[in-house]
Structure formats: structure tokens, C-alpha cells
């Protein structure tokens, strides 16, 4: 798609805002057509299929607000449905040089999750989708190291796919090592295109681990240990390494690189866990903008703003006036008054009449 | 069970037996609350028993529970067709003052202009900073981030009418909307000779509206009466300036300009259209909280209310306006005032649907619903304003001298 044009650059200015104001000018371009929006990043799907049993490939034309991405970043990704825009963090799989023109998102369902479920069953080519620019320094360094080691696992494969395909597209030729640890070859997405990596790209050793399902040729078992890092030749301490799946994962190869004295980046997806039935109020909730943090007291989340020193804007404190109206950035709260929990990323919520559940992160 | 349950299951059960009392968790507004904790709010007692109170407010939040159940897709496309009729009213009214010399084009641009303005003010505006449509998630319908076609700012109407007005509605002393303090309105407003003018303020206040709206939000008053310094009504204040100076250019220079030599007329086409807004947020605003009829309290009464007094308050606080469909939308569905106070932040086209059970609800405990036409209403709001010109009549008199010409003070 071209690059923006004298028109947009016109559309986005303030002259054009002085005609606008109140509104913005993608008020009125969204009036016409959402795709032709100047602010706001908007993409139309263009195919959805199946990675595996369990997780989908979105494919989606940006319009040309969008800046493209870095291999490793994420986008937050907002679908409409029912009325209400869901949005989630996912990353960008697409190799650096597509990712102009194209995004491409491996989503794994969540058992419980509204947008991955959404993703899988009910997403359409031609619906759009409201996205951020691409966010995160989980990226790919302009000089990349000469030995440079990946590790995932699950669907954290996805960050680091991005680069390994970044990687492949731009010829690169020194050595780099992708250790993924997948349940079973069936839980793996983007198998056969590992398998023709591995057999094209001499610079490539391409490791997969299946910890419920283990390959009888593989060199190592199970999940990771400080040995695998022996077993694929990996020198922690001069190789740098990017690492991203579940938080087990990151939590023992982080230990065992601190010891080493690696280089590791590493990158945690924010899963909500929530349990209701828990009487006891759990987790801590953040205050993001002023970095302040508190347990969680189970009162409601401005009663523990204004307990943590904070003071924030509030009428009546009783969820009529809607002054009190913050924006959660994570995390799942509990209504006191309906009982209704949301945990979406990214959205409103009235502070004077909603709890945490677990963990809370709200932008004040 | 252990996982995040789903955005979409209703946790609550509507037909369980729970009782769903909101007063659990919220604080009552702080200076509704009484130095006295014993003393009992004294709000509808006149009429109701305090069980039949809290039965009223046990049905009304279950109502609040279920609207807010069912919110969706239709409630998401009602905005959004609102707010393409908005934008496509604009571009044409806008449109058509490039060809004024086409018979009924600039009448038909202020037209249009106008109903955009009344859409973007009532329908939009209102609704979306009640919180409305929050739910949605969507940055352009976010109560936060909503900037409206007036002069005054969304921040500071946010505070004085979410906030001051709908908490206390027609309490005296606390909610500033009772005659804009401008206009007597009410007979428990102090007389004094100035209000002998008050026609002619309400006659003002109806075509300069806008600005008596920034004026009331401004509350320069609180600097006078020493609640604020200076600087702290500046810093609330800060961005007033900016705002208006956009709206005036926008309105009064930039179209203008454009439209070359039709300057003159796009000028006063444009301030037609803020007058005909103006003149019509006015009426409805008026008619849905100052016809005959409608309730006003002491702070005293209402110190310590309970959530079934805080509704009956808002449900004998205002007044409806009744009318056809594209009426009630032209009002932002302030034509149904009273189911617009009981739930502020449900989106608005639920209120029409919602208001033949609020009216069999008043008639099972017995209370008032105050609706009738446009007509009806305003002439109600009328005839209030021209006799509270005058001071009140002494007890039996009839005739002009018999009034009491000094301010009553208190009650």
C-alpha cells in the first residue's frame, strides 16, 4: 500500500482540524469509510486459517497510517463484538520486510478467552479491526550478534518467529540457535515452515523440544533445564538470547542466565487468572502512571487509589456520575454492584464501583 | 471453578432471590451525609413507608441490572447511525452556504446545521459523557475523551451536571441547576427585586445558552465565596480559552472565509444555527426539570437518604416531555427526563422502552409521573418564570400589594 500521501498529510494538519474541531478529522473519514482513517490504525482481514487444532492465523491488509512493525513487537488488536471492542496484545509473526503491507497475528485459543475463541470461530475476511501501532523493544538489534539464540516456548514462538523469519528474509549467515519447547508436534504452529529452515538455512539449528510427546531422535527431554543450553552448544554468557513463552519458562532460563552472567531479553504475555471463588482478596494492584502499588484489600479500586496516597478524580461514589472513569490497562475487576467481572486490556471502567480480581494495573 | 470467567456470562442471576442493593458498596455522596448519623433522610416519607422506599430501590436497581445485561450490538449501531446523521446533517448544512444564491439553500443550511449541532449536543454529546456507551470500549464514544459543539469545555460540564446536578438534583444550596443561578424558577429561591427582570433572563439565558452553560460550569462563584484561589480555579479552568477560541474561529472565520464572498451570510447562518441550538437545549432542558409540579429539598431532607429515596428523589425531580420517535430523539431522549435520572449512564435509547414500566412502577406505589407535551410544559415552565418574578403572595391575599415584599429567608 503507498506510503502517505500529500492528502493524508493534509487531513491529519491542524488547518484541517480548525475545520473539524470538536471532532477529529477520522470522525468524519470513519463516516465515509473507516479504512480511510489518518489517526487511527485500521486493518481489514484477509484471511483467517488454522495454525493448529488450537490456534488461528489472522492475515490483515493495514491501511497506510499504519508504520509497520519490528520483528518481535506487538500490536494491540481491537475487535468489535456484540457491540463491545475487545482488545489484546498480540505479536506481529510476519517477517521485518512484510510487515509494511501485511500483519499477521498466530493466536493460540485461550480455553477461556473471549478474542482468541472470537479469532478461531467467529472471525471474518473483510471485518476490520482497530489496532495500535506496533509497540515493544522485544525487537531484533539493527547489528544482530554473531551467534544469537532464541528460545520459546508455546505461543511465545510468535515474537521470536518474526525474527527468525526477519533473519531468513535478509540473508543473514551466521550462526543462530531456535529452541522451542511445544507440548507435541500437533500443538506446534509453523511446523513445516521450521522443517524447511532447518533443511535450507545452514546458519540455522532449529531445535524442537515436545515435552508430552518427545521426539525419540531429539537430543534432550522435557522441559527446559540448564543442560539444554550444553546439549545445543549454547554459550550463555557470550551469546545473547531473547526468550518468551509462559512465565515458567522465563523464570528458570532467567535464573540460569543470571548465574551465567547472559544477555537475556525477555518477553511475559499477561494472562488474567482470575478465581472467583477465592474469598480472599488476592494480587496487587498497580497504579501505573504515578508507579505506585498496592495489595489487593478486596475494597474497591478507588477506595485503594486513595489508600495508596492517590486522588484520583471522583463525584459520586456510587456509579452514577462516570467522573471517576479510569482506564484499566490489565486485569479483571469485579462490579460491586452488578457482579459482573471484565478483564479486558485496555478499557474504561467506573474505579468507585469495581474491585480487583487478582491482579490490577489502572492508569493513574 | 478457578478460570476467568467470561466477559459475556451475566455472573448474577436475575431470577435468584439476591437481593441487589448498591448502597453496599458506595459511599453516600459526602455532604448528603449527616454530622447526626442517627438522623433518617425524611425524602418520600410523606408518601411511602420506609420498607415500600427500599422495596422502590430494590426494583429500580434490579431494573438498572438487567438494562445493563442486555446492553449490545443494537445499542452500538443506534450511536453510530446518531452520529453518520449527525456528520451527513453538517456536511450539507455546511455545504449549502457555498451556494447561498439557490433559493431555500441557506435556509435549508441553517436547517441542517442546527440539527446537527442539537444531535451532537443532545443525542451524542450528553448521552456518550454520561458514560453511556463506556462499555463499548471505543475511544470515540469514551465519556473521557468526548469534546462537544460548545463553547464550554466536556471537563468542566462533567463536574457541574454529571456530578453536582444528578447526585443532588433539586436539592437547594446543591444543585446548581435550579434557574442556572440566573433565573427563579423555583418557589424556595430567596426573592429579590432583580428577579422582577426574570422573563427577560430567561429569555437571554434561552438564546445565549452555550455560554450560560460555560458561565455555570466556570464557577467563578466558588472564588468569590473563597472555596477556591485564583489559581485553582485557573488550573481547573485551564483550556477554556482555547476552546472557545476554536469554536469562534471555526464557526464565525474559517467557514466563512472559505465560502469567499459569502462571508456575511455564512456568518450569520452559522450563528442562526448556535441560536436555534441554544433556544431548543434550553426548552428541553427547562421542561424536564421546572414544570409544575416538580419537587425540590432541603439538604436537610435529604441528609442520609437511602437508594430508593435517592430515586423517588430523581423520579420527583424531573418532568417528561411526551412526542414521537424522532422528538424524543431531537431531545437526546431528555424527553424522558425522569427515566434519564434514575439511570444517567444507560444509553439513551433504552429510556422509551423502559418508560411504560417506570410509569406502572409509580403507579403501584402511588407516585407521580410527570409528563405531558411540549406545549403543556413549556407554558408550565412560562407561567413559573413570570410569577416568581414577582414575590410570594401573602397567605390569602389576591391582588398585587398583598405580596410580601421582602426575601423570605429560609423556609
Same mark, same amino acid.
Given at each position: 500500500?503507498?506510503?502517505?500521501?500529500?492528502i493524508?498529510?493534509?487531513l491529519a494538519?491542524?488547518?484541517?482540524?480548525?475545520?473539524?474541531t470538536?471532532?477529529?478529522?477520522?470522525?468524519?473519514l470513519?463516516?465515509?469509510?473507516?479504512?480511510?482513517?489518518v489517526h487511527q490504525v485500521r486493518a481489514v482481514?484477509?484471511?483467517?486459517r488454522?495454525e493448529?487444532?488450537?490456534?488461528?492465523t489472522?492475515v490483515? +491488509?493495514?491501511?497506510?497510517t499504519?508504520?509497520g !512493525? *519490528?520483528a518481535?513487537?506487538?500490536?494491540? #488488536?481491537?475487535v =468489535?463484538? @456484540?457491540g463491545t471492542?475487545?482488545?489484546?496484545?498480540?505479536s506481529v509473526v510476519?517477517?521485518?520486510?512484510d510487515?509494511?503491507?501485511?500483519?499477521?497475528v498466530?493466536?493460540?485459543?485461550?480455553p477461556e478467552?473471549?478474542?482468541s475463541?472470537h479469532l478461531k470461530?467467529?472471525?471474518?475476511?473483510g471485518?476490520?479491526?482497530h489496532?495500535?501501532?506496533?509497540?515493544?523493544?522485544?525487537?531484533l538489534?539493527?547489528?544482530?550478534p554473531?551467534?544469537?539464540t532464541?528460545?520459546?516456548g508455546?505461543?511465545?514462538?510468535?515474537?521470536v518467529?518474526?525474527?527468525l523469519?526477519?533473519?531468513?528474509d535478509?540473508?543473514?549467515? +551466521?550462526p543462530?540457535t531456535?529452541?522451542?519447547? !511445544? *507440548?507435541?508436534r500437533a500443538d506446534e504452529m #509453523?511446523?513445516? =515452515?521450521l @522443517?524447511?529452515?532447518a533443511?535450507d538455512?545452514?546458519?540455522a539449528r532449529?531445535e524442537?523440544i515436545y515435552?508430552?510427546?518427545?521426539?525419540?531422535?531429539a537430543?534432550v527431554?522435557g522441559r527446559f533445564?540448564?543442560?539444554?543450553?550444553d546439549?545445543?552448544?549454547?554459550?550463555?554468557?557470550?551469546?545473547p538470547?531473547?526468550?518468551?513463552g509462559p512465565?515458567?519458562?522465563i523464570?528458570v532460563?532467567?535464573?540460569?542466565y543470571?548465574?551465567l552472567g547472559?544477555?537475556l531479553?525477555?518477553e511475559?504475555f499477561k494472562v488474567?487468572?482470575?478465581d472467583?471463588?477465592?474469598?480472599?482478596?488476592t494480587g496487587?494492584v498497580?497504579f501505573?502512571?504515578s508507579?505506585?502499588?498496592?495489595?489487593?484489600?478486596?475494597r474497591?479500586?478507588l477506595e485503594?487509589a =486513595?489508600g495508596s496516597g492517590l486522588a484520583p478524580e471522583?463525584g459520586c461514589?456510587m456509579?452514577i456520575?462516570n467522573?471517576c472513569?479510569?482506564?484499566?490497562?490489565?486485569?479483571a475487576?469485579?462490579n460491586?454492584?452488578t457482579?459482573?467481572?471484565r478483564a479486558?486490556?485496555?478499557?474504561?471502567?467506573k474505579?468507585?464501583v469495581?474491585?480487583?480480581?487478582?491482579?490490577?494495573?489502572?492508569?493513574? | 471453578?478457578?478460570?476467568?470467567?467470561?466477559?459475556?456470562?451475566?455472573?448474577?442471576?436475575?431470577?435468584?432471590?439476591?437481593?441487589?442493593?448498591?448502597?453496599?458498596?458506595d459511599m453516600?455522596?459526602e455532604?448528603?451525609v449527616?454530622?447526626?448519623?442517627?438522623r433518617?433522610?425524611t425524602?418520600?416519607?410523606?408518601?411511602?413507608?420506609?420498607?415500600?422506599?427500599?422495596?422502590?430501590g430494590?426494583e429500580?436497581?434490579?431494573?438498572r441490572v438487567?438494562?445493563l445485561?442486555e446492553?449490545g450490538?443494537?445499542?452500538?449501531?443506534?450511536?453510530?447511525r446518531?452520529m453518520?446523521?449527525?456528520t451527513a446533517l453538517?456536511?450539507?448544512?455546511?455545504?449549502?452556504f457555498f451556494v447561498?444564491?439557490?433559493?431555500?439553500?441557506?435556509?435549508?443550511?441553517?436547517?441542517s446545521?442546527s440539527?446537527?449541532?442539537?444531535?451532537?449536543?443532545?443525542?451524542i454529546?450528553?448521552?456518550?459523557?454520561?458514560?453511556?456507551?463506556d462499555?463499548m470500549n471505543?475511544?470515540?464514544l469514551?465519556?473521557k475523551?468526548f469534546?462537544?459543539d460548545?463553547?464550554g469545555?466536556?471537563?468542566?460540564?462533567?463536574n457541574t451536571h454529571?456530578y453536582?446536578h444528578?447526585?443532588y438534583t433539586n436539592i437547594?444550596?446543591k444543585?446548581?441547576d435550579i434557574?442556572?443561578g440566573?433565573v427563579?424558577?423555583?418557589?424556595?429561591?430567596?426573592?429579590?427585586p432583580?428577579?422582577?427582570?426574570?422573563?427577560?433572563y430567561?429569555?437571554?439565558?434561552a438564546l445565549?445558552?452555550?455560554?450560560?452553560?460555560?458561565v455555570h460550569?466556570l464557577?467563578r462563584?466558588?472564588?468569590?465565596?473563597?472555596?477556591?484561589t485564583p489559581?485553582?480555579w485557573?488550573?481547573r479552568n485551564?483550556g477554556t480559552l482555547?476552546k472557545?477560541?476554536?469554536?469562534?474561529?471555526?464557526d464565525y472565520?474559517?467557514?466563512p472565509?472559505?465560502?469567499g464572498?459569502?462571508f456575511l451570510?455564512?456568518?450569520?447562518g452559522?450563528l442562526?444555527?448556535?441560536?436555534?441550538?441554544?433556544?431548543?437545549?434550553?426548552?428541553?432542558i427547562?421542561?424536564?426539570?421546572?414544570?409544575a409540579d416538580?419537587?425540590s429539598?432541603?439538604?436537610?431532607e435529604a441528609?442520609n437518604e437511602?437508594?430508593g429515596?435517592w430515586?423517588l428523589?430523581q423520579?420527583?425531580?424531573?418532568a417528561?416531555?411526551?412526542?414521537?420517535?424522532l422528538?424524543?430523539?431531537?431531545?437526546?431522549?431528555?424527553?424522558h427526563?425522569?427515566?434519564?435520572?434514575?439511570?444517567?449512564?444507560?444509553?439513551?435509547?433504552?429510556?422509551?422502552q423502559i418508560?411504560p414500566?417506570?410509569?406502572?412502577?409509580?403507579?403501584?406505589y402511588?407516585l407521580?409521573?410527570?409528563?405531558?407535551?411540549?406545549s403543556?410544559?413549556?407554558g408550565?415552565?412560562?407561567k413559573?418564570i413570570t410569577r416568581?418574578a414577582?414575590?410570594?403572595?401573602k397567605?390569602g391575599?389576591?391582588?398585587?400589594?398583598?405580596?410580601?415584599w421582602?426575601?423570605p429567608?429560609?423556609r
Amino acid at each position: 500500500m503507498a506510503r502517505r500521501g500529500p492528502i493524508r498529510a493534509l487531513l491529519a494538519s491542524r488547518y484541517v482540524h480548525a475545520l473539524t474541531t470538536p471532532h477529529s478529522v477520522d470522525h468524519y473519514l470513519d463516516r465515509v469509510h473507516p479504512m480511510l482513517s489518518v489517526h487511527q490504525v485500521r486493518a481489514v482481514v484477509e484471511e483467517v486459517r488454522p495454525e493448529t487444532d488450537a490456534a488461528s492465523t489472522v492475515v490483515m +491488509r493495514p491501511n497506510d497510517t499504519w508504520r509497520g !512493525a *519490528r520483528a518481535g513487537q506487538h500490536v494491540q #488488536f481491537g475487535v =468489535e463484538v @456484540d457491540g463491545t471492542r475487545r482488545i489484546r496484545c498480540f505479536s506481529v509473526v510476519d517477517s521485518e520486510s512484510d510487515t509494511r503491507d501485511r500483519i499477521t497475528v498466530s493466536v493460540k485459543v485461550h480455553p477461556e478467552g473471549y478474542v482468541s475463541q472470537h479469532l478461531k470461530e467467529g472471525l471474518r475476511p473483510g471485518t476490520i479491526v482497530h489496532l495500535s501501532q506496533a509497540e515493544g523493544d522485544f525487537v531484533l538489534d539493527d547489528h544482530v550478534p554473531d551467534h544469537l539464540t532464541l528460545i520459546s516456548g508455546g505461543s511465545g514462538i510468535t515474537p521470536v518467529m518474526a525474527m527468525l523469519r526477519t533473519l531468513r528474509d535478509r540473508g543473514h549467515d +551466521r550462526p543462530v540457535t531456535f529452541v522451542h519447547y !511445544a *507440548r507435541s508436534r500437533a500443538d506446534e504452529m #509453523f511446523s513445516d =515452515e521450521l @522443517d524447511a529452515i532447518a533443511r535450507d538455512c545452514t546458519w540455522a539449528r532449529v531445535e524442537r523440544i515436545y515435552t508430552r510427546d518427545p521426539d525419540p531422535t531429539a537430543a534432550v527431554e522435557g522441559r527446559f533445564t540448564p543442560d539444554h543450553l550444553d546439549a545445543f552448544a549454547i554459550d550463555a554468557a557470550r551469546h545473547p538470547t531473547y526468550v518468551c513463552g509462559p512465565a515458567g519458562l522465563i523464570d528458570v532460563v532467567g535464573e540460569t542466565y543470571d548465574k551465567l552472567g547472559g544477555d537475556l531479553r525477555r518477553e511475559w504475555f499477561k494472562v488474567p487468572t482470575v478465581d472467583l471463588d477465592a474469598e480472599d482478596a488476592t494480587g496487587t494492584v498497580t497504579f501505573e502512571a504515578s508507579g505506585r502499588a498496592t495489595d489487593n484489600d478486596g475494597r474497591t479500586l478507588l477506595e485503594q487509589a =486513595e489508600g495508596s496516597g492517590l486522588a484520583p478524580e471522583f463525584g459520586c461514589r456510587m456509579g452514577i456520575c462516570n467522573t471517576c472513569s479510569t482506564r484499566k490497562v490489565h486485569g479483571a475487576v469485579r462490579n460491586v454492584i452488578t457482579g459482573e467481572v471484565r478483564a479486558d486490556t485496555d478499557e474504561k471502567i467506573k474505579i468507585c464501583v469495581n474491585a480487583p480480581v487478582g491482579d490490577v494495573c489502572l492508569d493513574l | 471453578m478457578t478460570a476467568l470467567r467470561e466477559n459475556d456470562t451475566p455472573l448474577y442471576d436475575a431470577e435468584s432471590t439476591r437481593v441487589y442493593d448498591a448502597t453496599d458498596h458506595d459511599m453516600a455522596p459526602e455532604p448528603l451525609v449527616s454530622d447526626d448519623a442517627t438522623r433518617t433522610s425524611t425524602v418520600g416519607l410523606d408518601l411511602l413507608t420506609p420498607e415500600e422506599l427500599d422495596e422502590l430501590g430494590r426494583e429500580l436497581d434490579a431494573m438498572r441490572v438487567r438494562l445493563l445485561a442486555e446492553l449490545g450490538q443494537e445499542d452500538a449501531d443506534y450511536i453510530r447511525r446518531v452520529m453518520k446523521a449527525r456528520t451527513a446533517l453538517e456536511v450539507v448544512g455546511r455545504g449549502l452556504f457555498f451556494v447561498p444564491f439557490v433559493p431555500g439553500a441557506w435556509l435549508g443550511g441553517v436547517a441542517s446545521l442546527s440539527l446537527s449541532k442539537i444531535l451532537d449536543n443532545m443525542e451524542i454529546g450528553h448521552n456518550v459523557m454520561h458514560g453511556q456507551y463506556d462499555w463499548m470500549n471505543d475511544p470515540e464514544l469514551s465519556s473521557k475523551a468526548f469534546e462537544w459543539d460548545t463553547v464550554g469545555m466536556a471537563k468542566g460540564w462533567k463536574n457541574t451536571h454529571n456530578y453536582v446536578h444528578h447526585t443532588y438534583t433539586n436539592i437547594h444550596g446543591k444543585d446548581r441547576d435550579i434557574g442556572y443561578g440566573l433565573v427563579r424558577i423555583d418557589p424556595d429561591q430567596p426573592w429579590h427585586p432583580a428577579y422582577l427582570g426574570n422573563p427577560v433572563y430567561a429569555m437571554a439565558l434561552a438564546l445565549l445558552f452555550e455560554w450560560g452553560v460555560l458561565v455555570h460550569d466556570l464557577e467563578r462563584d466558588r472564588v468569590t465565596r473563597g472555596e477556591e484561589t485564583p489559581e485553582e480555579w485557573k488550573a481547573r479552568n485551564a483550556g477554556t480559552l482555547a476552546k472557545i477560541r476554536r469554536q469562534l474561529l471555526k464557526d464565525y472565520v474559517v467557514f466563512p472565509a472559505l465560502t469567499g464572498p459569502f462571508f456575511l451570510s455564512t456568518l450569520l447562518g452559522n450563528l442562526s444555527a448556535n441560536l436555534v441550538r441554544n433556544v431548543w437545549a434550553f426548552a428541553v432542558i427547562f421542561c424536564g426539570h421546572f414544570p409544575a409540579d416538580v419537587e425540590s429539598w432541603t439538604e436537610e431532607e435529604a441528609e442520609n437518604e437511602t437508594r430508593g429515596q435517592w430515586y423517588l428523589r430523581q423520579l420527583h425531580g424531573s418532568a417528561n416531555i411526551s412526542g414521537g420517535r424522532l422528538f424524543h430523539i431531537m431531545t437526546g431522549n431528555l424527553s424522558h427526563q425522569i427515566e434519564h435520572h434514575l439511570f444517567p449512564d444507560i444509553p439513551s435509547r433504552r429510556y422509551p422502552q423502559i418508560a411504560p414500566e417506570i410509569r406502572a412502577i409509580c403507579e403501584k406505589y402511588g407516585l407521580k409521573y410527570n409528563t405531558g407535551p411540549l406545549s403543556r410544559q413549556l407554558g408550565s415552565v412560562a407561567k413559573k418564570i413570570t410569577r416568581y418574578a414577582l414575590p410570594p403572595r401573602k397567605r390569602g391575599g389576591r391582588g398585587f400589594f398583598d405580596r410580601e415584599w421582602t426575601a423570605p429567608h429560609g423556609r
